[in-house]
């Protein structure tokens, strides 16, 4: 059995019916049939549990990362796979409830949404990568900080229980809310909820919050491209002044009214997808909340690790936290002055 007897909408929110009777199936003996190649993948595949086959695979990944980063020394292996692993997982159970011949509308949704974050994400990476690298070298220098204040064997343990485990896993537990969704489409008509304006508020909710990432994603890449240009050469480009590429980092546009809108809009994907699991079994919390509160809490974590090292390096930050809030639009932020930014740009 790869998926529990459901008969009402609240069993779905449910540990002790959806997880636990499941959980034999995360051991060895399980797994080695598929390694000897005694049983057909995709039958192990069918006759395991989503949930669980999706960590065998996280749990795999992880190792390989971790590998990987002791052999080459870089421990951005995960960072260079966040654009991807997400939107894997969600293809991984929408795949899962197809091949079940369950309704899928909504999975099939979040996964085109799913599609779009990861060609945005792959996108930005790529264009940081073709200009020198500027934001895979931000996040090695602040592995490497890191690295510069621990021991040896505390960095290494570091990098097994965090950077290459934990990371991993969630990743896998942001997405995990497919699963709700899917243990939700196997209901009978007339307990599964249908398609709703409420769905598709969440779909729409969902790319509006992606677009707006996309803008401050491409600000700060737009400033940080001009920054270089202008350090170059002692020109400033087109469209920006010079006291903003001296003062060092982007305080105009979205970056007027948050110091974080890339990281406040990341956030709030993520709840959203959460949220969305809750409104289909109509409850308003549930365990698979665990993915999205972990992801917050690793964005505060890495906030302040990023701004005490943008701190450092330039005198006028300071006054720009005061004047902006982190994440969330504060009334200060819509004054317009040297450090607060522009509004019209």
Known sequence: MSLPILTTLLETTSLSATVYPFLHQFSLSHLLPLLHREVDPTEWYLHTNPLISGLHFSIFLS???????EINRNYSQVDRLWSLLPTFYIGHFTLFAHMKGLETERLDTLLMFGCLWSVEKARLTFNYWRKGGYKI???DYRWNILKAKLSGPAFFAFNVVFISFLQNILLYLIATPAYIILLASQLPAGISPAWSVIDLAFSRGLIIVLIAETFADQQQWNFQAAKSAYQATGIVPPKFEKEDLDRGFVVTGLWSFSRHPNFAAEQTIWVLVYMWSCYVVDVTYLWAGAGAFLYCALF????????????????EYKE????????IPGPSAFRTDETSGKKDQ
């Open 137 to 139: 070298g931000a996040e």
């Open 63 to 69: 190792a390989l990362v971790f590998v990987s980063s």
């Open 300 to 315: 505060q974590v890495s906030t302040v690790l990023t701004e005490s090292i943008t701190d450092s390096k330039y005198p």
């Open 320 to 327: 720009y936290q005061m004047r902006v809030n982190k994440f």
